[in-house]
């Protein structure tokens, strides 16, 4: 049998958001890869709450742990605000599922949320008459977010969240298991303001998996739309960073840690560390190999603004006008039944930032809209139908 570990981390990337277009960039992904996929039960009540943040950091802790217990780039994840889909060898899958038991765990016990965790094999979506391609998006070099086609994750979500067709497999957290590493991840940033007005949330699913076509066509509308350069409604700025003390992560950080007799001691560490980093940060103090100088410019290319995941999924800081002409494009093609979509405004973006190595540009940014993003925009593209 054909060793397909590497199947990730051997794809050539691309780098121009609109060749999402080109096949060639695509791979189809091996049988013996499963999808998993996480969310936050509840999370559009927990949102009404107030609780965003919290919603958005589980969500982004599943990335986080399995980042720390799998190589380097070597698997395809997507991040959505409440959760997150992976892509992982089933060599790998028992590691990680192990993982994320761990975080349903800290999730319930901490922050008194339901985090659901399913798993589909690749398999058995080809069986029930659906695919899927990978393709590989460079933010910087090194850093990569990935792209997916094909229609198994539209089903898979459907399968593991409804419990039909049968084939998915339900994790379920067990009490006492080992809280995951998830170090590196944090939310140390005030939220990031507006600079053109609004921040727009916005999801668009085509009706049609694999219309290369009419994704072709929303992308080049949007791009024209949003001054014909992507880059330029990305909702980071050099201007807007802003490291916060004590960080809105604090408390999730200090969760993970084992509360034995250095538990006290533990906390100071964190809490000193933070201040220490944010210090750097702050005024561009090197701290031996760490340049803040480079790191925030880094920060700013690695963000992660704009992904397809067979949805289009966009957070852009733009005008009322651009606002208002994404909506009339939105609806003149819902109205053709081509596609259906979702948006929410707010005044601000949160930044959730997952680090391995901030020394040698190693960290994504995953960068939502405030008050529910994208969460809440998948509401409105869901009572589309």
């Known amino acids: 049998m054909t060793d397909t570990r590497h199947f990730y981390r051997d794809l050539a990337a691309f780098s121009d958001f609109l060749q999402l277009t080109n096949e060639s960039h695509f791979t189809r992904a091996p049988d013996t890869w499963s999808v998993v996929l996480t969310d936050v039960r509840g999370s559009t009540k927990a949102i009404k709450e107030g609780r965003y943040k919290d919603v958005n950091l589980v969500g982004a802790a599943a990335i986080s742990c399995i980042s720390n217990v799998l190589e380097s780039g070597s698997f395809p994840f997507v991040f959505g605000g409440d959760g997150a889909t992976f892509l992982i060898s089933d060599g790998d899958l028992p ?39 990978v393709g590989k998006y460079q ?140 210090m750097s940060l702050k005024f561009n103090i090197p701290l031996g190999p760490f340049l803040p100088k480079r790191y925030k410019s880094e920060l700013i290319s690695n963000s992660d603004f704009k992904k397809f995941d067979e949805t289009l999924r966009m957070t852009v800081d733009c005008t009322v006008e651009q606002e208002r002409a994404i909506s009339l494009l939105l609806v003149k093609m819902a109205e053709l039944k081509l596609i259906t979509y979702g948006l929410h405004k707010s005044s601000k973006a949160y930044m959730t930032c997952v680090v391995r190595s901030a020394v040698n540009n190693e960290h994504i940014h995953f960068i939502d809209g405030g008050d529910g993003g994208y969460a809440l925009a998948a509401v409105q593209l869901k009572n589309m139908g």
């Open 95 to 133: 590691l990680v599922v192990k993982q994320l038991r761990g975080l349903q765990v800290l999730a319930k016990n901490e922050f008194a949320l339901e985090l659901r965790v399913g798993t589909v094999s690749l398999k058995r979506l080809r069986e029930l008459g659906t695919d899927l391609q």
């Open 139 to 278: 933010l910087s070099p090194g850093n990569f977010t990935a792209q997916f086609k094909g229609g198994g994750l539209t089903l898979a979500e459907d399968m593991i969240k409804k419990g039909t067709p049968v084939g998915a497999q339900i994790v379920t957290p067990l009490e006492g298991e080992t809280s995951p590493n998830l170090a590196g991840l944090s939310c140390r940033l005030d939220p990031l303001e507006s600079r053109n007005g609004v921040v727009l949330s916005v999801l668009i699913k085509p009706k049609v998996a694999g219309d290369s076509a009419l994704l072709g066509e929303i992308l080049t509308s949007l791009k024209k739309i949003l001054n014909d350069d992507f880059l330029s409604v990305r909702p980071v700025s050099q201007g807007q960073l802003n490291w916060r003390w004590p960080p809105p992560t604090m408390r999730l950080e200090l969760s993970t840690q084992r509360r034995e007799r250095f538990w006290l001691t533990q906390w100071l560490l964190t809490a000193v560390g933070t201040f220490v980093s944010g």
